[in-house]
């Protein structure tokens, strides 16, 4: 592991700075409402700082994401501190745990870990957690079954609309938009919202949510490589138009985690 710095911050005396280990920072926000956070660069750091001082002026560095597949971030929040940590690896994070009295857990983002430890690093379960979704229809894609791949609309209770709303369209057996082996998982996604959008503007529903971060905030948004095929830039034109009307009357379309997605269809091949 290389060197890490971090930054820490203490409103109450405004006292700043930057280390370059966790027990010197530590011992310096012990017992204060510090905000703290580490960083694989003082430059990183550095900036981090820079907006803790001046969010109005300074600009909001860019979390750090590790480029390695399948990785992980752990959030670890100290109880006695009432602050926290995320670490890339668990190695860092069982340090903590093995020093400190702390809540932890993993996560698939950086977002996912800081979110859960703002908010005091509650645990809970799935179940518990879509049972407290917000009303509004879920979208997703997949190709678990090994067969092709097909698209999934739902509301909370994650059965299928597509076969009330589109009865001529290609619904398999389980109720799914099924569009074979010769589309990609994420054009299946943006079917998938093209579909959420028609249901949501016939039923006059504002919210929308999927778990894909290229089709919510790119290909949705018209933003699609030139060298993408004629169907799926044709696709995400329209799907772009009906995004366009939609937000207009108010609605939103919002990523959140396929672990707890309503629609979710499984693994994705």
């Known amino acids: 592991?290389?060197?890490?710095?971090?930054?820490?911050?203490?409103?109450?005396?405004?006292?700043?700075?930057?280390?370059?280990?966790?027990?010197?920072?530590?011992?310096?926000?012990?017992?204060?409402k510090a905000k703290y956070k580490s960083f694989l660069?003082?430059?990183?750091?550095?900036?981090?700082?820079?907006y803790m001082i001046s969010p109005d002026t300074a600009p909001l560095p860019t979390p750090l994401f590790s480029s390695k597949k399948n990785q992980k971030f752990y959030g670890c929040y100290f109880i006695k501190e009432e602050s926290?940590?995320?670490?890339?690896?668990w190695e860092e994070c069982a340090r903590?745990?093995?020093?400190?009295?702390?809540?932890?857990?993993?996560?698939?983002?950086?977002?996912?870990a800081?979110?859960?430890?703002?908010?005091?690093?509650?645990?809970?379960?799935?179940?518990?957690?879509?049972?407290?979704?917000?009303?509004?229809?879920?979208?997703?894609?997949?190709?678990?079954r090994g067969n092709g791949v097909e698209s999934k609309v739902s509301f909370k209770d994650g059965k299928s609309i597509l076969p009330k709303f589109f009865p001529e369209e290609n619904i398999n057996e389980f109720g799914n938009l099924f569009l074979g082996?010769?589309?990609?998982?994420?054009?299946?996604?943006?079917?998938?919202?093209?579909?959420?959008?028609?249901v949501a503007l016939k039923e006059n529903i504002l919210n929308i949510f999927g778990d894909s971060a290229l089709v919510i905030d790119y290909w949705s948004k018209g933003h699609i490589k030139n060298d993408m095929d004629y169907e799926t830039k044709l696709l995400s034109k329209q799907v772009t138009e009906k995004r366009l009307e939609f937000e207009s009357l108010g609605g939103?379309?919002?990523?959140?985690?396929?672990?707890?997605?309503?629609a979710d269809l499984g693994f994705h091949k």
């Open 84 to 89: 926290y940590e995320i670490y890339n690896t």
């Open 41 to 50: 660069t003082y430059q990183e750091a550095k900036m981090w700082l820079n």
């Open 114 to 144: 800081e979110t859960w430890c703002k908010n005091g690093a509650v645990y809970v379960t799935k179940e518990t957690i879509k049972k407290e979704l917000p009303e509004g229809i879920y979208f997703d894609a997949g190709t678990g």
């Open 96 to 112: 903590s745990v093995e020093q400190f009295r702390c809540r932890y857990k993993s996560f698939k983002t950086y977002e996912e």
């Open 181 to 198: 082996t010769s589309k990609t998982n994420n054009y299946g996604e943006l079917k998938a919202l093209d579909l959420a959008l028609d």
């Open 252 to 262: 939103t379309i919002t990523k959140i985690s396929g672990d707890y997605n309503p």
């Open 1 to 32: 592991m290389g060197k890490k710095f971090y930054s820490y911050y203490i409103p109450e005396t405004e006292e700043i700075g930057i280390v370059d280990n966790w027990k010197d920072c530590f011992n310096k926000v012990s017992g204060t």
